[in-house]
């Protein structure tokens, strides 16, 4: 049904052309049907002949963005890295709270903490964050504390092993003699 001539658009095969080669006889004009006649108008093949009046106020315009699109990618990056600064404090939190370093946990949710605040908009200054800075790095210290006496206490609970004394015969300091027969082989 579609293969009959009604339906298939017979269109002209156009040749490739290498943007270094020049344009055939006609090739490169567009036709413009006037009543009276037809009116061939050079195509427009780069952005650089498309320019005119206005393209060069564009131009001018363009240049004068760039600083506004600088400052624009500089606050995106900032932005874009304090975001990074809290999902990674807090997952380097939980990995050394895993870890049994609870310290190093304490301050990086410390740090975690203090950016959920800015992001939010919550910490003015330093002294609205220090009880909890303070308290949570105490807890940390206090955790690690807990884990070091476990470990002291299990040390201390294995028996310690028996001096060992030597043997009745080798009690002086006696040198090793070794006797060594050599004999010339003969040639």
């Known amino acids: 049904m579609y293969n009959e001539t009604r339906y298939v658009k017979k269109r002209r095969a156009t040749p490739c052309r290498l943007p270094s080669q020049p344009w055939a006889s006609g090739e490169g004009e567009a036709a413009q049907v006037t009543q009276e006649r037809v009116v061939l108008q050079p195509r427009v093949s780069s952005a650089s002949e498309a320019r005119g009046a206005r393209g060069a106020a564009r131009q001018v315009a363009n240049r004068k963005m760039w600083p506004v699109a600088i400052f624009l990618m500089a606050v995106v990056l900032f932005y874009w890295l304090a975001f990074c600064l809290t999902i990674a ?20 949710f410390n740090v975690g903490v203090f950016m959920l605040f800015w992001w939010f908009d919550k910490p003015h200054d330093w002294d609205t964050m220090m009880p909890g800075v303070i308290f949570f790095t105490g807890l940390g210290a206090l955790g690690t504390f807990v884990r070091w006496r476990k470990k002291q206490q299990a040390m201390q609970a294995i028996t310690t092993m028996p001096v060992w004394t030597p043997p009745a015969e080798a009690t002086g300091n006696i040198t090793p003699i070794i006797e060594v027969e050599y004999r010339r082989l003969p040639d």
């Open 89 to 108: 404090a807090w997952l380097k939190a939980i990995g050394h709270l895993f870890g049994g370093n609870f310290i190093r946990s304490a301050l990086w």
